[in-house]
């Protein structure tokens, strides 16, 4: 008896059915993002000094400040546009001011972007090796696919929670200079102006939390049917 083989020698299972092979393609390019995303983020923190990277991070912000100004708030999200209709009126040296304090913020977390990042690449690498195991029907594809996912559901709540972590950072050395700057403007007290800037990143942060807990049920739903399949018999010929 014979187990048949790859070109590479490897013995091979029975095709993954037409719902698995489509998932394993949406992991396998999901993974491909995670891991890029991942070396790219390492490498700007890592190869970038601080005065380029805080340029670099106000020279962004104001290419989409310039849009906003260009296009009108009104272009904007509903609860975006009275916060975007008084900064609009800010001189600009104020603006930049504010996106360089943005930037100097995110220089200093390079102690936590540099292992996250690092943590993130490394898991869509291993999203990448186990889905594309499994479509190649590899021999313990199907169980390093799975394992995979699993592993990334703990390495997601961590990102949840860093993530929460530093908007309450974020708030503190930038979100209180803003709301500051914005009150002299607006002529409203500060802690009306800071109250409004903490529920803008509240929302933020709440659409992230959906978007990773979808993320998180998304991986567990596909561990549990991968388990199911783990240890099929080996196909055989006399």
Same mark, same amino acid.
């Given at each position: 008896?014979?187990?048949?083989? *790859?070109?590479?020698?490897?013995?091979?299972?029975?095709?993954?059915?037409?719902?698995?092979? !489509?998932?394993?393609?949406?992991?396998?390019?999901?993974?491909?993002?995670?891991?890029?995303?991942?070396?790219?983020? $390492?490498?700007? !923190?890592?190869?970038?000094?601080?005065?380029?990277?805080?340029?670099?991070?106000?020279?962004?912000?104001?290419?989409?400040?310039?849009?906003?100004?260009?296009?009108?708030?009104?272009?904007?999200? %509903?609860? +975006?546009?009275?916060? *975007?209709?008084?900064?609009?009126?800010?001189?600009?040296?104020?603006?930049?001011?504010?996106?360089?304090?943005?930037?100097?913020?995110?220089?200093?977390?390079?102690?936590?972007?540099?292992?996250?990042?690092?943590?993130?690449? +490394?898991?869509?690498?291993?999203?990448?090796?186990?889905?594309?195991?499994?479509?190649?029907?590899?021999?313990?594809?199907?169980?390093?696919?799975?394992?995979?996912?699993?592993?990334?559901?703990?390495?997601?709540?961590?990102?949840?929670?860093?993530?929460?972590?530093?908007?309450?950072? +974020?708030?503190?050395? $930038?979100? $209180?200079?803003?709301?500051?700057?914005? !009150?002299?403007?607006?002529?409203?007290?500060?802690?009306?102006?800071?109250?409004?800037?903490?529920?803008?990143?509240?929302?933020?942060? %709440? !659409?992230?939390? $959906?978007?990773?807990?979808?993320?998180?049920?998304?991986?567990?739903?596909?561990?549990?049917?991968?388990?199911?399949?783990?240890?099929?018999?080996?196909?055989?010929?006399?």
């Amino acid at each position: 008896m014979t187990i048949p083989s *790859a070109e590479s020698g490897g013995p091979l299972l029975p095709r993954l059915p037409r719902y698995l092979q !489509a998932l394993a393609v949406v992991i396998f390019c999901i993974g491909m993002f995670q891991l890029l995303a991942g070396l790219l983020e $390492v490498n700007t !923190a890592i190869l970038t000094d601080r005065s380029t990277f805080i340029s670099s991070v106000r020279d962004r912000q104001l290419s989409v400040f310039d849009q906003v100004a260009k296009e009108g708030a009104d272009s904007l999200a %509903s609860p +975006l546009r009275p916060l *975007a209709r008084t900064l609009l009126r800010l001189p600009r040296p104020e603006v930049e001011k504010l996106f360089l304090l943005l930037g100097a913020d995110l220089y200093e977390r390079r102690n936590v972007t540099v292992p996250m990042s690092m943590l993130q690449a +490394l898991l869509g690498f291993l999203l990448v090796t186990g889905s594309l195991a499994a479509l190649r029907k590899r021999l313990g594809g199907v169980a390093m696919w799975s394992w995979a996912c699993m592993v990334n559901i703990p390495a997601t709540l961590l990102n949840l929670v860093v993530m929460l972590v530093h908007a309450n950072r +974020l708030m503190h050395h $930038v979100g $209180v200079p803003a709301a500051e700057t914005l !009150a002299k403007l607006s002529g409203r007290p500060v802690p009306v102006e800071t109250a409004e800037l903490e529920a803008l990143l509240r929302m933020y942060t %709440s !659409a992230q939390t $959906v978007i990773l807990a979808g993320w998180v049920l998304f991986l567990g739903v596909v561990t549990l049917v991968l388990q199911n399949r783990q240890g099929p018999a080996l196909p055989r010929e006399e």
